[in-house]
């Protein structure tokens, strides 16, 4: 072999040796990488990325189940605009328990259904003609379930086999402001629902005035009859409610009664009139919406009996299932049934003063002996029971045990507006009205 040949074969050699060490250390690199920068999962459209210099295969495992379950969730959660619906509307006598009963068979979901809704609302609150909605799959499950507790807000439970999610969803709303005047030819009742006030809106206003107002007496034709009050939209929903009187005016013998919304510095919201003299009384003179004064306080010959008879009270006339409010704050002292009264409630208010109610054709849910009630609450219902005629509300006012006439009653006002306090009222005051105005008039 020559010289020539010899350096060929080593200069050959070397090559190979070269491009053999490089494609080692390029393969080395390569697999280093893949375990010391970065390992994608991929698992449908989600991606999970682990960065480790060590990586540990049941690690990766578990972050896989992981990953898989939440896209099942997510899926779910998707699905829910596909479900079917059903309405439910809460009736006299109705408890959730009774109402979810057809929907679970699973008395252990049922459970737990019940105590994930009490965490955000007492079920014990629950009103009639409340909805409740339930969405099923095309296996009939209920996924899904949402109790509306007010008009803004929603309870929802998302329900999966597993596990229950509960959480609150606040709805948008949008906040208008209405205003009407009319006069009035026969009732405010009557005559506000003709103008298209919401009933909501005109029992509002029918109990404001009731602290000063004899109806049948003082509103003579031609009254004049103002109010401004919110409209509240709610877009979700596509659904339409109503929310508090801001301004109210009854013009009677050329003088103004008007009632202006306004929040106390200690955020209490009630209504004033315009020298900042809060408006509510410690007692109703008239419980009761829209009702004609049929009987007086006084003698009067009895309907019944013949005789002549002190009226130790005052009589409205009304249809029956028409709702009775409480006169005042106070505490159930009587609720049931009483002679010639029929179904009758007594509310004791202090240590002077008590309110009865007479002739009732029910009561409403809750009321008992020793429940607390509040000015305006519900208590019971229209009827003819007992020793009567015709529907109406027997209405008496007892003073230091002694029945007096709530037509003649000159009750004190609650708070008086001063200083700071009541510069910021008029301020207010004035911007309600020119709102109105500007409403009324645009």
């Given at each position: 072999m020559t010289l020539s040949s010899f350096k060929t074969i080593k200069f050959i050699l070397f090559l190979l040796i070269f491009f053999f060490s490089i494609y080692i250390m390029t393969n080395g690199y390569i697999n280093l990488k893949n375990y010391t920068n970065i390992l994608e999962v991929k698992n449908e459209n989600k991606k999970v990325v682990l960065q480790s210099e060590n990586i540990d295969n049941n690690y990766i495992d578990n972050k896989i189940k992981s990953l898989n379950k939440n896209i099942e969730i997510d899926k779910k959660k998707i699905d829910l605009s596909f479900l079917n619906e059903t309405k439910i509307i809460v009736k006299k006598n109705d408890t959730f328990s009774k109402i979810i009963d057809p929907f679970f068979e699973n008395n252990e979901k049922k459970y737990l259904i019940i105590k994930e809704v009490n965490k955000k609302f007492n079920l014990k609150n629950l009103n009639i003609n409340q909805e409740i909605f339930f969405y099923s799959n095309d296996k009939k499950e209920v996924v899904k379930l949402v109790l509306p507790v007010t008009f803004e807000t929603d309870i929802i439970l998302e329900i999966f086999q597993d596990r229950i999610k509960s959480y609150e969803e606040k709805n948008e709303i949008v906040k208008e402001i209405n205003a009407l005047e009319?006069?009035?030819?026969?009732?405010?009742?009557?005559?506000?629902?003709?103008?298209?006030?919401?009933?909501?809106?005109?029992?509002?206003?029918?109990?404001?005035?009731?602290?000063?107002?004899?109806?049948?007496?003082?509103?003579?034709?031609?009254?004049?009859?103002?109010?401004?009050?919110?409209?509240?939209?709610?877009?979700?929903?596509?659904?339409?409610?109503?929310?508090?009187?801001?301004?109210?005016?009854?013009?009677?013998d050329n003088k103004d009664l008007e009632y202006f919304l306004f929040e106390t510095d200690d955020k209490k919201i009630d209504y004033f009139n315009e020298s900042g003299k809060n408006v509510?009384?410690?007692?109703?003179?008239?419980?009761?919406?829209?009702?004609?004064?049929?009987?007086n306080f006084g003698m009067r010959k009895h309907p019944i009996s013949g005789f002549n008879k002190l009226h130790k009270g005052v009589?409205?006339?009304?249809?029956?299932?028409?709702?009775?409010?409480?006169?005042?704050?106070?505490?159930?002292?009587?609720?049931?049934?009483?002679?010639?009264?029929?179904?009758?409630?007594?509310?004791?208010?202090?240590?002077?003063?008590?309110?009865?109610?007479?002739?009732?054709?029910?009561?409403?849910?809750?009321?008992?002996?020793?429940?607390?009630?509040?000015?305006?609450?519900?208590?019971?219902?229209?009827?003819?029971?007992?020793?009567?005629?015709?529907?109406?509300?027997?209405?008496?006012?007892?003073?230091?045990?002694?029945?007096?006439?709530?037509m003649k009653m000159n009750l004190p006002s609650g708070k008086i507006l001063t200083g700071k306090e009541l510069e910021r009222f008029k301020i207010k005051s004035k911007n309600i009205y020119a709102k109105f105005l500007f409403v009324l008039y645009e």
């Open positions: 009319f006069k009035i030819t026969s009732s405010l009742y009557k005559d506000g629902l003709n103008a298209g006030i919401p009933i909501s809106i005109l029992t509002n206003a029918i109990r404001l005035y009731s602290f000063d107002i004899d109806f049948q007496r003082d509103i003579q034709k031609d009254t004049l009859f103002q109010v401004s009050y919110e409209k509240l939209i709610n877009i979700n929903k596509n659904k339409t409610s109503y929310g508090k009187i801001k301004y109210i005016n009854l013009k009677i509510k009384k410690s007692l109703l003179k008239t419980p009761i919406d829209g009702a004609r004064l049929s009987s009589d409205f006339a009304a249809a029956k299932g028409t709702p009775v409010y409480a006169g005042g704050d106070g505490v159930v002292e009587y609720s049931g049934n009483n002679g010639g009264y029929g179904k009758y409630i007594r509310l004791r208010h202090n240590n002077e003063y008590k309110t009865a109610y007479a002739h009732l054709s029910g009561f409403s849910k809750n009321i008992s002996k020793g429940k607390r009630v509040n000015q305006g609450d519900i208590i019971g219902y229209v009827g003819s029971t007992g020793k009567s005629t015709g529907s109406h509300l027997h209405y008496e006012i007892i003073y230091q045990n002694k029945q007096i006439n709530p």
